[in-house]
């Protein structure tokens, strides 16, 4: 049995499911879960009378015959006293730099950040000593740095590149001279419905960056030349003839293992359903088709009307993302762990409340480190992802990143940055 699988059944459900509609219906006890046909679910709370049991054979005959209509009720949303605490600390940089679009940690080096300024600067600064430790002019990137510009940072600190988050363009930028190195497009066709698809990982000992290059194509570059290494084609139709190896998806957001072996992508096609698709790294490097339709590539969840939702590394081959249900509609809090080999389900649980999809907020919502951090519009709640309980909720937390190395959150305030830490 899997695990979204019901426990019983309606009985129009028995009798015969070929193109018919069904319903999840939460018990209330835990995630436990029955289906129902439309007219039972219209009944809610009135249980239908009887319920049968959704058999083995059953499922197995009928599992992807039935169409998912929505849901009835709730699943139990556990919670449990853990003494956890958030101490908070505000500040402000001297020398009116501000105010900032984005702020990222410097990986490898505790308490140090880059933030950049609507003035175009980047700064790194101290979060333990609240001192600025560097700052840079850029080369304008060709177009205006606003509250949508995102910033992202090379592992080793080298590079970065400015990008329009639901725009046509960015810029790589070295971060010493604060020179471009090479502009960045993606295209106009649809580019404001998905986070531009930017990233840095590491391979052999050196940096690289992954880039939209078109609305369904990305490239990995030599972040030192700009040189792309995995130039190929075609890749869009010439004419009315399609490409033999055309990808009819849209990319979007991505997201890199801490091992740096995989990247998630948190992309969609027609008509439209969100598809967060996973491939590994190493084999793009020997394969430049391998986001095409290389053997590592998987699709991990396809949702109607949602994508560039939140997601989190939980370890080098498992990620959670935010959301359980298969339509935008129809979807309650939750959060669900795959393994990104092979789009295996492992776990899930519901609770958690995040952010709007990423292509319309900068801020991050999901972070995992010993526990899971969810964050919302209301506060951010502290989550056990074995029991699924709730171990803390502050109203008072809203960050945007969080610091492996120090252990610290970071939120952009309108003064400044408020830094939080968990505690207890």
Not at 280 to 307: C, T
Request: aromatic share 14%; hydrophobic share 35%; glycine share 8%.
């Amino acid at each position: 049995m899997q695990s979204d699988d019901p426990q019983f059944i309606c009985r129009h459900l028995a009798e015969g499911t070929k193109d018919m509609d069904m319903f999840v219906w939460f018990t209330g006890r835990g995630k436990d879960l029955n289906w129902t046909c439309p007219a039972c679910a219209k009944s809610y709370p009135t249980a239908p009378d009887p319920w049968l049991p959704a058999t083995q054979e059953w499922l197995a005959k009928n599992r992807d015959e039935v169409y998912w209509d929505g849901i009835c009720g709730k699943p139990e949303v556990k919670h449990r006293q853990s003494g956890l605490s958030f101490t908070n600390r505000d500040f402000e940089l001297e020398g009116g730099l501000g105010p900032f679009v984005d702020v990222r940690p410097v990986v490898g080096c505790p308490s140090c950040w880059q933030a950049l300024s609507s003035t175009g600067r980047l700064v790194s600064f101290d979060s333990h000593e609240g001192k600025i430790i560097s700052s840079v002019l850029l080369e304008s990137p060709g177009f205006e740095i606003t509250s949508s510009t995102g910033l992202c940072l090379s592992p080793e600190g080298e590079f970065c590149v400015i990008f329009q988050v639901s725009g046509s363009d960015a810029a790589l930028m070295d971060l010493k001279s604060g020179k471009i190195i090479k502009k960045l497009s993606r295209g106009d066709y649809r580019c404001t419905s998905s986070h531009f698809s930017v990233a840095f990982f590491r391979y052999e000992n050196k940096s690289y960056l992954i880039a939209a290059s078109d609305w369904n194509c990305m490239e990995i570059y030599d972040p030192s030349s700009g040189r792309s290494l995995t130039e190929r084609g075609p890749t869009q139709y010439a004419g009315d003839e399609r490409p033999p190896r055309y990808l009819d998806y849209f990319h979007g957001g991505l997201s890199i293992s801490p091992d740096q072996q995989y990247v998630v992508d948190n992309g969609w096609v027609w008509h439209p359903f969100g598809v967060l698709r996973a491939w590994n790294l190493p084999a793009w490097m020997d394969n430049v088709w391998e986001s095409e339709d290389g053997s590592s590539s998987r699709d991990l969840v396809s949702r109607e009307y949602y994508w560039d939702g939140p997601v989190c590394w939980i370890d080098n081959t498992t990620v959670a993302f935010w959301g359980w249900g298969r339509d935008d509609d129809w979807q309650i809090p939750a959060a669900v762990m795959v393994d990104v080999r092979d789009g295996r389900k492992l776990s899930w649980f519901p609770g958690p409340a995040a952010r709007k999809p990423i292509r319309s907020n900068l801020a991050e919502s999901l972070f995992f480190d010993r526990y899971m951090f969810a964050v919302h519009d209301d506060g951010t709640t502290v989550w056990d992802i074995k029991s699924g309980e709730c171990l803390l909720t502050d109203p008072q937390v809203k960050p945007w990143r969080y610091h492996p190395d120090s252990k610290e959150f970071i939120e952009i305030t309108p003064t400044g940055f408020r830094v939080s830490t968990l505690v207890g």
